[in-house]
């Protein structure tokens, strides 16, 4: 069940007042919310919802055994064995494949034949985000950060929770669990906010992301040595404004979608294509799955306590998984590590950057700017050209000078525009709207959303592709 | 890696009531369903057909009967139509 | 174009200058829009030779032969003459089968491509998403499973084939691949036999059954979502919805569907001898 789709706006407009007439009876709230999450999920296949009441369950127990023993190497043998449980899990489903081609090939290359053999088995939509979100609350848990729930209910409602389900935000458990605790109150609903980040949600997607898609960015990349030179660095940029905005769209309409539900969801996405460099644009890029990588990962390694090439190390490490979190293939590995090799090399050099950096003049900030952007956007290809051919063939005729002819049309360019646009709209415009919004008049209320989304379903496609975290 | 901390949510504001929020949204889906029925009729039809999704389709088509003989579905259809001869886009 | 309203710079005068550099880059890309269609020109568009002297090949149906037209566009492409002397259309609807004919009526869009874009040559695949009740042209429907699905589908069937036949073009109808999920699986298989049943009875000598890609030489075709590349690497070659083919898959599939579109434009007079490459020779020594 997608955002921008019929089906639902219908869901919705059934879970809406079903949850505030519950609001008072917290309990049955709660239920309710994680049966209409639950039948979300089942829209996609009715059996992964196994996943999640095994994911759930299995995790509610595992956070009382680890809060059960009193000495640290107990909850810690107890917290490996269910953090080991929860990776398996993914492991199998997402990356066993992966492994067995991986090491079929490393034999294969020295001449050894080795047949492992393949699971084929379907995987399950959101493993990834629902995996670290039961990491988040076990490991809070051992940290005693949490008690563990005694409601069950409030664990599938955590993990199953149908706005971040699918592509996140990830939210902390600490966070979500302390607004489970009670009704919610309805004068916390931003109304303003949730209906200008649903509708810039719904622009996002619906025109830019998916006419970028599919007017010019997957042609670029499906043969690239086909294209011009000039095409294929258009097609970078275009990759990288439709990522953004396909990702940061969807996390947009989780948060309004969940803030009119009365619930609190984390920013994601902070302007990231404006960062002055790359430390700073994971400051800005998938805000939440950063800090997870930091407080779960980083830190656990290590973080930067242990010296300076402990610390590379522990950045290099975290980044390579980060970047396999997204999908099994030496790609994402790769995509990770060129981002994990440009965080080490901004601590060499001392660059801390960020634009509140007060050392740094106006030149190097917009020198670490051009840097920072033309990096990512490089970086991108990796995570979207299918093979390491793929990559290189890009690169190659990208950086051949073979032609500057263009095949960008004009209604595609203006969808460039539109895209870059994103990033050039400051904040306090928006702040500005949505508080003239939440002041205008009930007509005005209406007519805004009405008008809107009148328009961008004018201009939609034929049909919505998911979102490209969906795969993640 | 240092971090602001998007683990922190932004304190509550001046905000709609739960009434506006609720008039909000339905007044919107109704205007969209009144001005884009075919979507609506699209999505019914797409069902396998129980006596419930059968009279809310036929209700549907209703919907789009009278939408259209008030020209107020052909605006859209008009719309649609001058958009995907300037962008060039796929037809439905 | 909403975001929450994040920090964004946190310093008034860097933020005035960050904004003037995107305000910038904003001017820059809307400048550009208006003066790109001077230097815009088909990506693709063959040179030299005359458009109404090539081959024409459409691809049409659902979400899996435009699988194949990607593949055998990476062929074409790769070989100046091949270039040069065909071209390709790209007709696949995604999501679309026989079985809604109120949303896509397959026959009619058949003669819509034989009159806009008059194929040489047509490969077709469809079925795919047709696990679903059938609404005909009257409007009625036939539920999924009911006695008299299979017949108002195979009616169907002959409907399509029958537009196809009359484009006189030549026909390719592609067997659909082996799925994941058993249930796909038997599906396809059905009505791979009913698009080769109907191919036999049309008896049109422009009209031909091709056997669905097969990773597995010999015995029962299994799904198989990793397997050899060219060079013999093992790589994801389905993806993971169980169904469509990767971006090596594809390459796989049009390897095997190539020969054959030579193969049939050949019987029909339309060799394509002076572009064929050793790659396509040694596909065609395989068979």
Not at chain 1, 137 to 147: A, F, G, L, S
Not at chain 1, 182 to 208: C, E, H, T, Y
Not at chain 3, 143 to 169: C, I, M, N, Q, S
Not at chain 3, 170 to 181: D, H
Request: proline fraction near 4%.
């Amino acid at each position: 069940m997608l955002f921008p789709t019929i089906g639902f706006a219908v869901f919705f407009a059934v879970v809406f007042p079903v949850t505030w007439l519950l609001n008072a009876h917290n309990t049955w709230k709660k239920v309710f919310l994680v049966a209409a999450s639950y039948y979300f999920y089942a829209a996609w296949r009715p059996e992964f919802t196994l996943l999640l009441l095994v994911s759930s369950v299995f995790n509610y127990g595992a956070a009382f055994a680890i809060d059960h023993f009193k000495y640290r190497a107990q909850r810690l043998t107890v917290l490996w064995l269910a953090v080991a449980a929860n990776l398996g899990l993914l492991g199998y489903f997402k990356y066993y494949n992966f492994f067995a081609a991986s090491l079929m090939n490393a034999f294969g290359a020295i001449g050894v034949k080795v047949d492992i053999g393949f699971i084929e088995v379907a995987l399950p939509i959101a493993i990834s985000f629902l995996t670290f979100h039961a990491l988040s609350y076990i490991i809070d848990v051992y940290r005693r950060v949490i008690k563990p729930t005694t409601s069950l209910v409030d664990i599938m409602f955590y993990i199953g929770f149908f706005p971040h389900l699918i592509a996140g935000p990830i939210v902390r458990a600490n966070k979500f669990l302390a607004q489970t605790t009670g009704p919610r109150d309805p004068a916390n609903i931003r109304l303003g906010q949730s209906v200008f980040l649903i509708l810039g949600g719904l622009f996002k997607k619906v025109i830019v992301a998916n006419y970028l898609s599919t007017g010019f960015v997957d042609g670029v990349f499906r043969d690239p040595t086909a294209n011009s030179s000039l095409d294929l660095i258009f097609g970078m940029y275009g990759y990288a404004l439709e990522i953004y905005c396909d990702f940061s769209a969807y996390t947009d309409i989780a948060i309004g979608i969940a803030n009119l539900l009365g619930y609190e969801f984390p920013q994601n996405f902070n302007y990231p294509y404006r960062a002055v460099s790359v430390q700073d644009f994971w400051r800005r890029w998938h805000m939440s799955l950063s800090s997870w990588l930091r407080d779960y990962l980083y830190i656990p390694l290590g973080g930067s306590k242990f010296g300076t090439w402990a610390t590379y190390r522990n950045i290099m490490i975290t980044m390579a998984l980060g970047g396999l979190w997204h999908g099994a293939s030496w790609a994402f590995l790769i995509w990770g590590s060129l981002h994990g090799a440009a965080l080490v090399i901004e601590r060499m050099l001392g660059i801390t950057g960020d634009h509140g950096d007060a050392k740094r003049g106006r030149l190097a900030t917009a020198i670490g700017w051009v840097v920072t952007t033309q990096f990512v956007c490089l970086a991108w290809v990796f995570f979207r050209a299918p093979s390491t051919d793929a990559w290189l063939g890009y690169f190659a005729t990208m950086f051949s000078g073979r032609s500057w002819s263009t095949s960008v049309t004009p209604f595609v360019a203006f969808i460039f525009a539109l895209g870059a646009l994103s990033h050039i709209l400051p904040p306090r415009w928006f702040v500005t709207l949505e508080k003239r919004y939440d002041e205008a008049p009930l007509a005005v209320k209406v007519l805004v959303p009405f008008v809107v989304i009148y328009l961008i379903s004018v201009a939609a496609p034929a049909g919505i592709a998911p979102f490209i975290y969906f795969q993640f | 890696m240092k971090h602001a901390n998007p683990t922190e949510f932004e304190g509550p504001r001046p905000a709609g009531t739960l009434r506006t929020a609720a008039i909000v949204i339905y007044a919107t889906l109704a205007l969209l369903a009144v001005t884009i029925p075919q979507s609506v009729v699209n999505w019914l039809a797409d069902m396998n057909g129980n006596p419930v999704e059968d009279t809310a389709l036929r209700g549907a088509q209703l919907l789009l009967n009278l939408s259209q003989r008030a020209g107020v579905a052909t605006v859209y259809q008009r719309a649609r139509d001058i958009f995907i001869a300037i962008s060039g886009a796929e037809p439905d | 174009m909403v975001f929450r309203s994040g920090s964004g710079s946190g310093i008034g005068d860097r933020r005035r200058r960050a904004l003037a550099a995107a305000s910038a880059l904003g001017a820059v890309c809307l400048v550009l829009s208006l003066i790109l269609p001077l230097a815009a020109t088909q990506g693709r568009a063959a040179t030299g030779a005359d458009a109404t002297s090539k081959i024409r090949i459409a691809f049409a149906g659902d979400s899996i032969v435009d699988n194949y037209w990607s593949g055998i566009e990476r062929i074409v492409d790769a070989d100046p003459c091949l270039k040069n002397t065909i071209e390709l259309g790209r007709f696949a609807r995604n999501g679309t089968g026989l079985t809604r004919g109120d949303r896509v009526y397959w026959p009619r869009e058949i003669r819509r491509i034989d009159d806009d874009f008059k194929p040489t040559l047509s490969v077709l695949s469809i079925g795919l998403n047709d696990q679903q009740f059938i609404v005909d042209g009257n409007g009625a429907r036939t539920a999924w499973g009911a006695p008299d699905w299979t017949d108002k589908y195979r009616h169907e069937v002959f409907e399509f084939l029958k537009a196809a036949v009359a484009t006189k073009a030549v026909v390719l109808m592609v067997g659909m691949p082996a799925m994941r999920e058993a249930r796909d699986n038997a599906d396809i298989t059905d009505k791979n036999a009913m698009f080769a049943e109907a191919i036999a009875a049309l008896g049109d000598s422009n009209l031909h059954y091709i056997e669905p890609w097969r990773l597995h030489a010999a015995g029962t075709e299994t799904f198989a979502s990793y397997g050899p590349d060219k060079s013999g690497r093992l790589v994801q070659i389905r993806t993971p919805d169980g169904q469509h083919f990767t971006v090596a898959g594809e390459d796989l599939a049009a390897s095997y569907l190539f020969p054959k579109i030579v193969e049939a434009l050949d019987v029909a007079g339309k060799n394509l001898d002076q572009c064929l490459t050793n790659l396509t020779k040694q596909s065609k020594d395989d068979q």
